[in-house]
């Protein structure tokens, strides 16, 4: 098929998430082996990848039954009880939390321990809203959904805070709607600007193209975000974790095809799908 395609520049892994790869793939090549607690990224292929190197992807149930061990903390962070098992179990920690989300707890936690009714915008039983709310003693609201304000009895003044990666438009939405029903919104805007600059970037990006792949895992939060944007842009956008999901029906020749992803995608990946498209 005689098409032309692109990756976008600005796509791929933010820098925590670099991070944290470095660090597993750095101890994995002098080991062999290590743990970490949850998928390291949302992006099953990544996984894969490293799960061969010899990485072991735990759940909590698991890492409580640990003992005198090495375990990797991903850049998504960990609330303080994860921390307390490790030192009654003798587990060591290799802390990769992303410094933009330790910041977050930080703030969380001062808040807390102010008294503050803390609100918290965001994905229930998402790995950094867990670490987050783990900050309030289980004690935070975590919003999901706008219509979840009618199933709550709001209190009067709130500390909004919001998961890192949620979408700009949505989380100053949130605001406006609870102020609406009379509360004090107290707020804080805790996007990561890495990941909220992408939304410009890829509204610019998506008007370039005749089509959008946009390459994310299942699981990404972020990808289910940033997926969104590129398809308001672009009505023909496309969304695909493997090169195996892709369509020829959806190409025609002489198509302008655009790739791009989110922050847990790596680049390789994104290459690899632009040969599979290239070789249709």
């Not at 994995?28 to 990485?55: M, S």
């Not at 707890?105 to 867990?130: C, S, T």
């Not at 410009?200 to 699981?219: C, H, M, N, S």
């Amino acid at each position: 098929m005689n098409v032309a395609v692109d990756i976008d520049d600005n796509s791929g892994f933010c820098f925590g998430v670099v991070y944290a790869i470095q660090m597993a793939e750095d101890i994995l090549d002098e080991t062999g082996r290590l743990y970490c607690l949850g998928d390291i990224v949302h992006n099953d292929e990544e996984v894969a990848r490293l799960r061969a190197k010899g990485l072991k992807i735990i759940n909590h149930d698991e890492f409580d039954k640990l003992r005198n061990e090495t375990v990797l903390i991903r850049a998504h962070g960990e609330p303080p009880e994860t921390y307390q098992k490790a030192l009654a179990n003798n587990i060591e920690l290799i802390d990769a939390s992303c410094p933009v989300v330790l910041k977050l707890q930080n703030r969380v936690r001062e808040a807390y321990n102010d008294k503050e009714q803390i609100l918290i915008y965001g994905k229930h039983g998402h790995a950094e809203v867990d670490g987050l709310k783990g900050q309030t003693n289980g004690e935070a609201i975590v919003i999901e959904k706008f219509e979840e304000l009618d199933q709550i009895e709001l209190p009067k003044k709130v500390q909004l805070f919001s998961q890192t990666t949620k979408r700009t438009k949505n989380l100053y939405a949130l605001k406006d709607l609870l102020i609406s029903k009379g509360v004090e919104v107290d707020f804080n805007d805790t996007l990561c600007r890495q990941v909220s600059n992408r939304d410009i970037q890829l509204r610019e990006f998506a008007t370039k193209y005749d089509k959008i792949v946009f390459v994310a895992g299942k699981k990404s939060s972020n990808g289910k975000v940033l997926f969104d944007v590129c398809k308001d842009i672009n009505p023909q956008t496309y969304f695909v974790s493997s090169k195996e999901e892709l369509d020829k029906s959806w190409f025609n020749e002489n198509d302008r095809i655009g790739i791009c992803g989110a922050t847990s995608t790596p680049q390789w990946q994104m290459e690899e799908i632009k040969q599979s498209i290239l070789s249709l």
